[in-house]
């Protein structure tokens, strides 16, 4: 099978995994024990989280460890907003954010808060212009996603930041897919808030962690043990924590030469799919994730194209993976000004760190010919 979907999830790399290994059995103690053995893997941990602070440039206290991408995105939305209750109740995010931030938008808006989505353009980028007039003096937090998990667009999210400090509004931002693809520096988002997922970078699945800068007050989803500053309660995982580190510094040391890799094997996709008759490009096609492609082939739906390619071999998707499935029509493509039918052409195409230029060759043939097949029977584009 030729994976192309690493945007749903990334296999974990072998260091990864070994680092793992050894905190499953031979160091099994509770962090939280007070006899030597647990010491021993509270340290450990205290260092993972010393070596995820040291690559994105953050102090180690500013690292809590989550369950993952989705909790991550939950703590901060709503643990930042219900902190804020009393100083206003205005939040601004956009329409084509992962489930995991709408999710929580759509929770406060029936606690009472006000929900506003910035505007965006056709490939899904905030409007330069008029994004500040949403914001009120109500407003008291922002959450907008760096990448766009379906269609790549990246936001200017740098610019956003110093406008929200000024004026005293928590920024949130959603940075799983993009770190460890254009960035790892926390200091080149500048929100006060950054979402991280283990598993979109080579790391392991159920773990991830929120950056929370300095001076910001959460409110905690669960309450029990006060592990992570009271912040995520609960025994800590150890070895997702331990790989997820590894991941973190591997990703660290690597993701500036990858990326002009990455980047090459994009273009040449995009080229070539391009050539093909009826198929066009969703999303902006400079400002957008090196590694992700989405297209859409007039008249035919991605759910037929992604089914296609999966019999020649061909791993892709339609767009979000916990989505995918529903048959419902993309919530991001719509949100573009799509119509439903246009919005259902969409599908994704993700390149990672096994894929080569002949895995693109591979593709573009492949896909010449479903969309060739599939024209003819349904007499298309001839
Ligand atoms: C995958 C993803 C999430 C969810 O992360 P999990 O670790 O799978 O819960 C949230 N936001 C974006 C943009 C994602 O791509």
């Not at 150890?238 to 690597?254: D, N, R, S, T, Y």
Request: proline residues 5%; aromatic residues 6%.
């Amino acid at each position: 099978m030729l994976y192309m979907d690493y945007a749903a999830t990334t296999p974990v790399r072998p260091e990864v995994q070994e680092e793992m290994t050894h905190y499953f059995a031979a160091q099994f103690e509770n962090p939280h024990s007070p006899h030597e053995a647990g010491l021993r893997v509270k340290a450990a941990v205290e260092e993972a989280r010393e070596r995820v602070g040291r690559v994105i440039g953050v102090s180690p206290r500013q690292v809590v460890f989550t369950s993952g991408g989705t909790e991550a995105n939950n703590l901060a939305i709503l643990g930042g907003a219900r902190a804020r209750r009393k100083r206003g109740n205005h939040l601004v995010t956009t329409s084509i954010e992962h489930k995991s931030v709408l999710g929580p938008m759509s929770a406060l808006a029936k606690e009472g808060f006000g929900v506003d989505f910035f505007p965006l353009d056709s490939t899904g980028l905030l409007d330069r212009e008029k994004w500040q007039e949403c914001l009120t003096p109500q407003t008291v937090l922002v959450s907008v996603g760096h990448a766009n998990n379906e269609i790549g667009t990246l936001q200017p999210v740098a610019e956003l930041a110093p406008v929200l400090r000024q004026k005293g509004i928590l920024f949130h931002c959603d940075c799983i897919q993009s770190f460890g693809k254009v960035w790892v520096d926390a200091a080149e988002i500048g929100a006060d808030l950054i979402s991280v997922s283990g598993h979109k970078l080579y790391g392991p699945k159920g773990v991830g962690f929120l950056y929370v800068g300095p001076g910001v007050r959460l409110e905690p989803l669960m309450y029990g043990g006060g592990q992570e500053r009271g912040l995520r309660p609960g025994t800590l995982n150890v070895p997702a924590i331990m790989g997820l580190a590894k991941a973190v510094e591997l990703a660290g040391q690597e993701y500036k030469r990858e990326l002009l890799r990455l980047l090459a094997l994009r273009t040449e996709l995009i080229n070539r799919a391009l050539l093909i008759p009826g198929v066009y490009l969703n999303g902006h096609p400079t400002q957008r994730l090196p590694h992700h492609v989405n297209l859409g082939v007039s008249g035919i739906e991605g759910q037929v194209i992604v089914s296609e390619m999966g019999k020649r071999g061909i791993a892709i998707s339609t767009g979000a993976a916990c989505s995918s499935g529903s048959r419902e029509p993309s919530h991001v493509l719509m949100a573009l000004g799509q119509a439903a039918g246009e919005a259902a052409q969409g599908f994704r195409i993700t390149v990672g760190v096994d894929t080569t230029v002949q895995d693109i060759l591979s593709f573009a043939a492949n896909l010449s010919r479903v969309v060739d097949d599939l024209s003819e029977r349904f007499c298309f584009h001839k």
